[in-house]
């Protein structure tokens, strides 16, 4: 009987100090994150959507189209079409696309770049309507100067040298029609897409004296899926038509 | 009257139709798509058939056809609560096979983020349990709020929240960011008493002591038959613990407890153990804190300013015991031909990966030792003679994780 | 500031602004109904006989008007109050997106649940799984009717509701719901409803049994079935409330006052009540502890009854996936959600008058004091005989000592409704063989045998 009347008691007791310690919680700040008032804190180390980082100094691309990210992902998820330059004999890119409704955001092609190019930003809104929308191109993956130098200095990554030859490119961009229009004739696999065929030269530091809105005007026709995303998109993009351009110029030269 | 009849008859329970449930797939509290078919007497189960296999998917054969280095990055779906186990699993029997030593500071790295894991694992499963019980809309919050804490650094050193990919054949993938180090002791400092205050809430209370006292007794016997490993063995009072009977990495320099309950097995045992050893973690955590070689990160970033980070294995500030990756991490990863096989302890018991390679870029076999699926076998005979209410009792406490059962 | 004050701040705010919508609609319908209305009619001059009667009619409306306009919004409230306080206790906001910091919250809830679809599983008996939620429904409304009375201080606009038997009737009502539990989980055809429904029966009718023993020992007490008068006997102090003994102390309260007080006369006159009452002291203590335990019990039978954690065996979760409710959808599952949150609120408004005092001030002077001050403001109002005059609304309007009283009550209700939500928020789930064993062989024993010590403490105070 006594026992009872303890157990019953002590049980009691039990229950009391539970009730005390979540009611003391009420004195305790909040951890909710208002999560799209404010945006998360988040790591340099975070994995979100993939993109390529021009060099923060001097604004020019990073990749090299040597292909070692395109092999080493698990998915399959990206897609590189380059092609050899005739003047340079280097590879050049034409397009860079990367589906990211495949992309399980292992970072392992971030870890095989030779020239820390593709990188893991902090974004992580994607969403989109369809699933077409989720394959970047070149033009979306590409991230602005400012936008790179943010990522190379929160990842700690070391400032990429300036690529060794600068003196050939403008060079091969003034050098006449002739070599431009042997450009865009060799590029035959991407016949769907044959504009974005026209985007092949790379960065020409005389595409610079263009008038921005000739290259506005050329890429809508290149791909509409682009408009329909979000303008930060459009935004990062802008800064950067040089590549898109290059070859857009020798085109309507000669044309 | 025939001999049964009158058994029958005079039988002290009233003979009722069995009813036949179908517990899961989509019920909401099987942890995921686990399907019990329960043969029921009134409340009572008599008969219990799991069935596994709605979350197959091929993890061995998608080990042999993708490289080793793609494959590190897909081993951590299989326990997804704790991804740097089978991540490490995986990592030693490659080691093995392939003889490489990896160095002390990168063993440590790996012992203070799957100490950091384990303790997460258990959080999980810690309000989990809570909502199996029925304390679902207070309890299950506080553990997830210090597990938010962990995964965020976790996020912080590996870059994601639980597919880490952060634990590498041949060491760890990188160096953690600065300021992490202090972060992670100040957790240690203020994790146990946080841990007092789930105690506070759920060890003593009558309610749950009701629930959980000899419920689902797991006998030492039966577990041993089973295979049954990890937390859920050592609480029917047998000491395997990989970490002490057979210490790998740095465990034998570390001075931790491995917590045996010597009850009955019961549920209750389960949990008192579980949250034992998150104490336990936590020690190890402090323990490696002060011994790991190099310091912390920053210690290290200092010391290293003066050779300008050369990265030379004779380098006294980088190179030997201070170099956390032995192995060249790229697309072309290798591992020498033979075979072998590596156990570590993970949160739900031993988890041991069997390798065979022929020197190429990729297996030519893998075998996964999961703890889930040996444990999810002992769960029939724990759950037969108990009614309905205690199945998500039993279930929840030997803690299992579906895809580790079904890969 | 600390932002754990600010977050309670908030709860405060919201909840002060929710409770005067709720009692001042509630308020407002009643007076536009049962005053306002006949002041008109008199006004606009009907036949004499023609316009008495149907004033008569509207004031007899006036109760089933208050329960109608507050059961929708008190629910509402009630939603909102338990997922805000359960956040404060968990360290987390809440809703705090719809409408200005979540007010809203609720609101959008239940509109969200009448648009849905409402779905009749394959094989589900139709008229029973159509009916299960209106009669799970109706008995809290009609059982609220009594506590009016009690919990309006028995203004004359609810006197018609007073029954002299009020608690019973109350009780009664109050255990209808779970035939409503059973034909819902029958007619869903679905094994888990059934058998939450069916444990749902047998838990009612075990809990039923101290709760009513509990209410039982507080009838004894008083003396009387009848709500109003329950509460009037407790309005002296915190003292005489029933959980405290029903006043049992309070001659040995004044007798330390008076000596304090250094008042020898007065202690003589009590010291010579105690002469006859050797033993009262010690029956006095006694008398306490047995109510406060009758309080305990009155609240675990409570929750109990209500379905709440620790005793929500019924559409226990990691069971049952959701008990008698799984196959509702829309409109009717609404239905069940209100009327769980509306039961809630009905148990402890019992307790708050049964035991707490009902809507009596918990130290004497004050209530007095608020309805004195009050008062005198009134009628400092021009014109307050005219009719139609703004002192006269306002006069008929408020009411000082109804006022005082809703206030009270208010509070402790609220008060334990956030005590349940506290339990919720910490407590697991008892079992349910456990929790008949706790019924049958521990509660109802010990109901049982207070029951009697209360008999004779009673005699010996």
């Known amino acids: 009987m006594f026992g009872l009347v303890g157990r019953a008691v002590e049980s009691l007791y039990y229950v009391c100090v539970g009730l005390w310690t979540v009611a003391k919680h009420t004195g305790r700040a909040p951890i909710t994150k208002e999560f799209p008032d404010t945006m998360p804190d988040l790591p340099g180390a975070f994995r979100g959507r993939l993109a390529l980082a021009v060099n923060p100094e001097t604004s020019e691309h990073l990749c090299i189209s040597c292909r070692q990210c395109e092999r080493v992902c698990p998915d399959k998820c990206i897609d590189i079409t380059a ?61 602005t100067q400012d ?80 408009d329909d995303s979000k303008d930060s998109e459009k935004e990062k993009a802008a800064p950067e038509p040089s590549a898109a351009e290059g070859k857009a110029e020798p085109d309507k030269t000669e044309g | 009257m025939a001999p049964e009849k009158i058994e029958a008859l005079t039988s002290t329970r009233l003979k009722t139709d069995e009813m036949i449930i179908n517990m899961g797939p989509q019920h909401p509290a099987t942890h995921g798509v686990l399907r019990l078919l329960l043969t029921l007497d009134g409340e009572f189960v008599k008969h219990v058939e799991p069935v596994v296999g709605h979350l197959h998917r091929a993890q061995e054969w998608q080990g042999q056809n993708r490289t080793w280095f793609q494959y590190q990055a897909l081993i951590d779906r299989v326990d997804y609560l704790s991804g740097m186990f089978t991540s490490w699993a995986m990592a030693r029997a490659a080691e093995k096979v392939d003889g490489c030593q990896v160095p002390l500071r990168g063993e440590y790295m790996r012992v203070i983020v799957s100490e950091m894991n384990r303790i997460t694992s258990h959080l999980l499963w810690l309000g989990t349990y809570g909502i199996d019980l029925g304390a679902m809309f207070g309890f299950p919050f506080y553990p997830f709020r210090e597990r938010e804490k962990l995964l965020d650094l976790l996020e912080a050193i590996s870059g994601q ?68 490993t990890g937390p859920s063995l050592r609480a029917s009072g047998v000491p395997l613990d990989l970490r002490k009977t057979k210490p790998y990495s740095v465990y034998d320099r570390l001075k931790f407890e491995v917590p045996i309950h010597e009850g009955d097995g019961d549920t209750f045992d389960r949990y008192v153990l579980r949250v034992k ?49 032995a192995k060249k991490q790229n697309a072309g990863l290798r591992i020498k031909a033979g075979e072998g096989f590596d156990a570590i302890e993970s949160p739900r018991g031993i988890l041991g990966c069997y390798i065979i390679s022929t020197g190429g870029d990729t297996a030519y076999r893998f075998k996964w030792r999961n703890p889930s699926f040996c444990n999810l076998a002992a769960l029939p005979d724990l759950l037969i003679d108990h009614p309905i209410a205690d199945i998500m009792a039993i279930f929840g406490s030997i803690d299992v994780i579906l895809p580790d059962v079904d890969r | 500031m600390n932002p754990a004050v600010f977050e309670i701040g908030k709860f405060a705010r919201l909840t002060v602004i929710w409770l005067s919508i709720i009692f001042g609609a509630v308020w407002a319908a009643c007076w536009a109904v049962g005053v306002f209305a006949p002041a008109l009619i008199n006004a606009s001059g009907m036949p004499t006989e023609t316009a008495s009667l149907a004033s008569e009619v509207l004031r007899a409306l006036v109760p089933v008007v208050a329960v109608a306009v507050f059961i929708p ?29 979540g007010l809203l919250q609720t609101a959008a809830d239940a509109v969200k649940l009448l648009f849905k679809e409402d779905i009749t599983p394959h094989g589900a008996d139709a008229v029973m799984f159509t009916a299960a939620p209106i009669i799970f ?11 009016l009375a009690a919990a309006s201080g028995n203004h004359e606009l609810f006197r018609s509701v007073n029954l002299p038997t009020g608690i019973f009737y109350v009780l009664a009502i109050a255990s209808i719901p779970v035939v409503g539990i059973v034909m819902g989980g029958w007619a869903s055809n679905n094994k888990y409803s059934l058998v939450g429904a069916l444990r749902s029966a047998a838990q009612a009718i075990s809990y039923e049994i101290p709760l009513v023993l509990s209410i039982v020992a507080v009838c004894l007490m008083a003396g009387t079935l009848d ?11 915190l003292l005489s409330w029933n959980i405290f003994g029903g006043g049992a102390l309070l001659p040995y309260v004044n007798l330390v006052v008076a000596g304090l007080q250094g008042n020898n006369e007065q202690v003589q006159a009590i010291m010579q009540h105690f002469q006859a009452q050797p033993l009262g002291p010690f029956a006095a203590v006694l008398m306490v502890v047995c109510c406060i335990i009758f309080f305990g019990i009155y609240i675990t039978g409570a929750c109990a009854e209500v379905n709440r954690i620790p005793f929500d065996l019924p559409e226990a979760e990691s069971e049952l996936v959701s008990g008698y409710n799984t196959e509702y959808s829309g409109i009717k599952f609404a239905i069940f959600f209100l009327a769980e949150f509306t039961n809630l609120f009905v148990v402890c408004s019992i307790a708050s008058i049964m035991f707490l005092g009902g809507g009596h001030a918990p130290l004497p002077g004050l209530e007095q004091g608020f309805t004195e001050m009050l008062g005198g403001i009134l009628k400092q109002l021009p014109g307050s005989k005219e009719i139609f005059s703004p002192g006269w609304l306002i006069n008929s309007l408020v009411n000082p000592s109804t006022v005082s009283q809703a206030f009270w009550i208010i509070l402790k209700t609220y ?42 403490l009673r005699e010996l105070v």
């Open chain 1, 83 to 143: 092609h050899k330059s005739p003047e340079t004999g280097k590879l050049e890119l034409i397009d860079f696309k990367i589906d990211h409704g495949l992309c399980m955001f292992c970072g392992l092609c971030t870890e095989v770049c030779p020239t820390t190019c593709i990188i893991n930003t902090n974004d992580f809104e994607m969403s989109d309507y369809s699933r077409e929308a989720l394959i970047y191109d070149l033009k979306k993956l590409t991230l």
């Open chain 1, 147 to 226: 936008e790179s130098a943010h990522y190379f200095s929160k990842k700690y990554l070391p400032i990429p040298k300036p690529k060794p030859k600068p003196a050939p490119k403008p060079a091969a961009a003034a050098a006449k029609p002739a070599d431009g229009v042997a450009a865009p004739a060799k590029p035959a696999p991407p016949a769907a897409k044959p504009a974005e065929g026209a985007a092949a030269a790379k960065s020409a530091p005389a595409a610079t004296d263009k008038p921005a809105g000739d290259a506005a005007a050329t890429k809508p026709t290149a791909e509409k899926k682009a």
């Open chain 2, 161 to 228: 929240r639980m597919m880490f990919n952060y634990i590498r054949i041949g060491g760890v993938q990188s160096e953690a960011p600065p300021g992490w180090f202090a972060k992670v002791s100040e957790f240690v400092k203020e994790f146990p008493d946080r841990v007092d205050e789930y105690e506070a809430i759920l060890t003593n209370n009558p309610i749950f002591i009701k629930r959980t006292k000899g419920v689902g007794i797991l006998k030492k016997q039966l577990a041993l038959d089973y295979g049954v």
């Open chain 2, 277 to 325: 050893e998150m104490r336990e973690s936590n020690e190890i955590l402090r323990q490696c804190l002060e011994q790991i070689p190099g310091g912390t990160a920053d210690e290290l970033r200092e010391r290293r300013k003066a050779c300008n980070s050369c990265g030379k294995a004779d380098c006294s500030n980088c190179g030997g015991d201070l170099m956390i990756m």
């Open chain 3, 73 to 101: 919004i008190n629910a509402m409230f009630m939603v909102l109050c338990e997922r805000r306080a359960l956040a404060l206790f968990t360290v987390r906001k809440g809703p705090n997106r719809v409408g200005p910091d």
């Open chain 3, 137 to 147: 429904f109706a008995p809290s409304i009609i059982g609220v009717l009594p506590l």
């Open chain 3, 227 to 237: 709500v109003v008068k329950i509460a009037d006997q407790q309005k002296d102090s």
């Open chain 3, 415 to 456: 008060s334990l409704v956030i005590f349940a939500i506290l339990i919720r928020a910490t407590l697991p789930r008892f079992r349910i063989d456990q929790l008949m064993a706790f019924g049958w062989k521990r509660l109802i024993p010990l109901s049982l045998i207070l029951l009697i010590a209360l008999t004779y």
